[in-house]
């Protein structure tokens, strides 16, 4: 109609607007830091101080810490203050590929701890073997195991390894992280790739990982390749994303001449 103008999408109390935006943004700020370990012993500033630095009202500060509470990240206690619940491990990308030798402190410098839950030789599935160039129904290694970090479960993964390599595998004593086991037996390790995602967790995934059921988890399908480019190990992997989180770096390419 004329002379008539859409509701400003940036109003406060509008759907997305100024305080809906805001919110979110602190919430996100906010998780950043948590998960960074940003906050010496885990508690976070009060109330009125964040007011002050992020120019917010006390109710949006509060929504903000609701929020996160609700994600799990947050507690609040009456007269003790907001406390960050656990810490992340920040792993870079290319050691979580095994393309990089871990660092001194990585997580995958032995720091993490295997709770196998099958260790057998199945047949091939056929969706496996498509995606490892191999025959459905031969003989493969399924490795599946919760990767402890402490006592705290921070993923959940599923191999099937072709052999030869599984043979190596078989009996090799898994005590810290995947790459570590594959440097044990003997089995090197050319290329990884990752197809990443996320996905509600469901009953089992939930109960392995410590999760409420539907709480969103970091899915990862991996293929490993031998060093001449033969597939040989693909990996279903769930890992908790407000525990595992995953860091990536690369230079920009330079210009062509």
Excluded: K
Excluded at 93 to 116: I, K, N, T, Y
Excluded at 161 to 177: G, W
Excluded at 232 to 247: E, M, N, S, T, Y
Aim: glycine share 12%.
């Amino acid at each position: 109609m004329a002379g008539t103008r859409p509701r400003d999408a940036g109003a406060p109390g509008a759907p997305g607007g100024r305080t809906g935006a805001d919110v979110r943004r602190l919430r996100d700020l906010l998780r950043s830091a948590i998960l960074r370990g940003a906050y010496p012993g885990g508690q976070l500033p009060g109330e009125p101080e964040l007011m002050a630095a992020h120019g917010m009202t006390r109710a949006a500060v509060r929504e903000a810490l609701a929020l996160l509470r609700a994600e799990g990240l947050v507690d609040r206690r009456q007269g003790v203050g907001t406390h960050a619940v656990g810490e992340a491990v920040l792993a870079p990308l290319a050691e979580a590929h095994g393309a990089a030798d871990p660092g001194a402190g990585s997580v995958f410098d032995r720091r993490m701890r295997p709770r196998v839950l099958d260790r057998s030789v199945i047949p091939l599935p056929e969706v496996a073997a498509d995606r490892l160039g191999a025959r459905p129904g031969d003989p493969c290694l399924r490795l599946e195991y919760v990767a402890l970090l402490g006592d705290e479960p921070v993923a959940v993964a599923t191999n099937y390894v072709l052999f030869p390599e599984a043979e190596r595998l078989r009996d090799v004593p898994f005590v810290s992280d995947w790459y570590a086991l594959l440097a044990e037996a003997g089995v090197a390790l050319g290329e990884s790739e990752f197809v990443l995602g996320c996905l509600p967790a469901d009953a089992g995934t939930a109960g392995l990982l410590g999760l409420a059921v539907g709480a969103p988890v970091v899915t990862m399908e991996q293929v490993i390749r031998a060093p001449g480019g033969r597939p040989f190990d693909l990996a279903h992997i769930h890992h908790r994303g407000d525990r595992f989180l995953l860091v990536s770096r690369l230079p920009r390419a330079s210009a062509r001449d």
